[in-house]
Nanobody
């Protein structure tokens, strides 16, 4: 059974930091690109970042470039999203998702999804 479990969300003040974790089980993480996505109330789900399965290449949405960093530890079956200088507009449920043998993470083409973790940025 494939599972992706996000953790690390919470309430943080603007300018603060959070580190989200995605624990993956049931698949060989080396074979999968992992994407982070978010969905704010009343908005569509959007891609935040992606780390490829092959060379670890990373991509970011323009809105988070320079503030967020995605890392993977295949040995521990975990992927992380370090979020710095958080802004109120970063408030959303954050999801990790996996897609096999890809260098990109299409929002509507991922193979497996986690349940999400809520990030609230507010003073």
């Amino acid at each position: 059974q494939v599972q992706l479990v996000e953790s690390g969300g919470g309430l943080v003040q603007p300018g603060g930091s959070l580190r989200l974790s995605c624990l993956v089980s049931g698949i060989k993480l080396d074979y999968y690109a992992i994407g982070w996505f978010r969905q704010a109330p009343g908005k569509e789900r959007e891609g935040v970042s992606c780390i490829s399965s092959s060379d670890g290449r990373t991509t970011y949405a323009d809105s988070v470039q320079g503030r967020f960093t995605v890392l993977r530890d295949n040995g521990k079956n975990m992927v992380f999203l370090q979020m710095n200088n958080l802004k109120p507009e970063d408030t959303a449920v954050y999801y990790c998702a996996a897609v096999m043998f890809r260098t990109e993470c299409p929002t509507y083409g991922m193979d497996f999804w986690g349940e999400g973790t809520l990030v609230t940025v507010s003073s």
